[in-house]
């Protein structure tokens, strides 16, 4: 089975400007979720989606935003960037059901390091 | 939230076992323990989880104490690849899929 993958690996924006990047799951897998890493916060959820409904989120703005398609395949949008921005964002997929009882490991892709200049 | 106490850092000796503790005071009952690791900004890897009842694979064992407040993590023989961050996470009971990551431990394997 191919892992996660998510597009594209490396990105630099300017302030103000807007970004999406998008996470394929494993095949199979209806939940995403999407997480920040930065040096000084350490990881952090941003949210999850499941069957294209967001069902839980994490302490971001709302310039942080998701959505997921049918397929699953995920993408997430940060508008108007700041600096603080800068970051390495990790979605990771998991076998999921709709009750939620959860005891299932979630799956990281690679990553897109995010830079915002 | 349920969180996590790791140690910043720890050595261990190649070939050794490397056991890793955590904290968990706050947890309830029926909250898992899950260990994950990073390899130099890599996405993290799943290394194993556990509810009451200790735990092992082909990776690790997991140790959970009785009142399930602390547990520890051992990597039977550790080798220079299995240098990483070691993250103990809590998973939030039936709140789907959302981790708590904390600080995590910086294993350092040496030769």
């Known amino acids: 089975k191919a892992g996660v993958t998510q597009t594209p690996r490396y990105l630099i924006k300017t302030r103000g400007q807007q970004v999406t990047l998008s996470c394929s799951p494993i095949s199979g897998h209806r939940s995403v979720s999407w997480y920040q890493q930065t040096p000084g916060q350490g990881l952090q959820f941003l949210f999850e989606?499941?069957?294209?409904?967001?069902?839980n989120k994490g302490n971001f703005p709302g310039r942080f935003s998701g959505r997921q398609f049918s397929n699953s395949r995920s993408e997430m949008n940060v508008s108007t960037l700041e600096l603080g921005d800068s970051a390495l964002y990790l979605c990771?997929?998991?076998?999921?059901?709709?009750?939620?009882?959860?005891?299932?490991?979630?799956?990281f892709g690679p990553g897109t390091r995010l830079t915002v200049l | 939230d349920a969180k996590t106490t790791q140690p910043p850092s720890m050595d261990c000796a190649e070939g050794r076992a490397a056991n890793l503790p955590c904290n968990h005071s706050t947890i309830s009952g029926n909250e898992y323990v899950y260990w994950y690791r990073q390899i130099h900004s890599q996405g993290p890897q799943y290394i194993i989880h556990g509810l009451k009842n200790n735990e092992t694979n082909e990776m690790a064992s997991l140790i959970i104490t009785e009142d399930r407040k602390s547990s520890t993590l051992i990597l039977p023989h550790a080798t220079l690849r299995d240098t990483a961050v070691y993250y103990c996470i809590v998973r939030v009971g039936y709140n789907f899929n959302k981790f708590y990551f904390g600080s995590g431990t910086k294993l350092n394997v040496k030769p």
């Open positions: 990771a997929s998991s076998l999921s059901s709709r009750k939620g009882l959860e005891n299932n490991e979630q799956f």
């Open positions: 989606y499941f069957s294209e409904t967001q069902r």
